[in-house]
């Protein structure tokens, strides 16, 4: 309790109590020096712990039943002794020289992991890559693959970034919505799709060393074909939106954080 002074136009007391919220770092029983008393009798403490709930409460033990190993057999015959003690659960006869070959579980493959896509995130929704060649950038999301990955696309007429697929920690869902109901995509999109193809090195020959040189990639016709198709799609999904000219320069513009801006306290 702390008592302040009040100035109004006739001198009054107030009286204002503050109560500090439970913390870790202000235990109830706070001492500063162990040669000094406690904060709380003993007596405080008794009622702050409500120990006189437990007061001369008695449980009783629960015994479990245990389950004899011998038992009393009786035996006929005069010099048998009448009786023996024979053990409930017999020792095997015959024990194996080698341990048994238990079966293990089966191998959690990638294939068969259960994939999982963040509630933000659907289809049309428009993201912001954090990561790879293109970060910066807003893309529009278009379905998850079967490894879990992310297929986007810029379009690529807007802001040059391909059909390309990304990790959705990578990426910042916005609420900016398209509608892709629409968009067809080709069967074909898949990650096997993306995949590179390796190409077998030669065997080495007297003279080849320096003469084989790295061929650099090129996208096939097909897959500029398959861009061309799902970019049209999109972009008319784009133009019917209601505020079109802000969706394109709102798609073309690249994403920064400028001094005193933290991305957990923007809301995008």
């Known amino acids: 309790m702390l008592v302040l002074r009040c100035s109004l136009a006739r001198t009054s007391w107030c009286f204002v109590s503050f109560r500090h919220k439970h913390s870790s770092r202000w235990p109830r029983q706070k001492v500063k020096s162990p040669l000094r008393a406690k904060r709380f009798s003993r007596t405080k403490m008794f009622h702050k712990k409500a120990i006189y709930n437990f007061v001369g409460k008695k449980v009783a033990a629960t015994k479990k039943p245990v389950k004899p190993r011998v038992v009393e057999k009786q035996i006929g015959g005069d010099k048998n002794g009448g009786k023996r003690y024979v053990l409930v659960q017999k020792r095997p006869a015959v024990y194996p020289t080698q341990d048994r070959i238990r079966k293990r579980p089966a191998k959690q493959v990638f294939k068969s992991h259960v994939r999982s896509l963040r509630p933000s995130i659907t289809p049309g929704t428009v993201l912001i890559l954090l990561a790879g060649a293109h970060k910066g950038k ?46 067809k995509l080709p069967e074909t999109l898949n990650d096997k799709y993306f995949k590179r193809q390796k190409q077998k090195r030669a065997k080495k020959e007297e003279g080849d060393i320096f003469q084989n040189k790295k061929e650099e990639y090129k996208v096939s016709e097909q897959r500029k074909a398959d861009q061309k198709a799902v970019d049209k799609q999109v972009l008319e999904s784009i133009r019917k939106h209601p505020d079109r000219k802000v969706l394109l320069a709102y798609l073309s513009a690249m994403f920064g954080l400028r001094s005193s801006q933290f991305p957990h306290r923007l809301q995008f």
């Open 138 to 183: 807003r893309v529009v999301f278009l379905k998850q693959l079967d490894s879990g990955l992310l297929l986007v696309t810029g379009p690529f007429g807007i802001n040059a970034c391909p059909l390309r697929r990304i990790s959705q920690r990578y990426v910042i869902g916005t609420q900016t919505k398209i509608d892709v109901s629409g968009v």
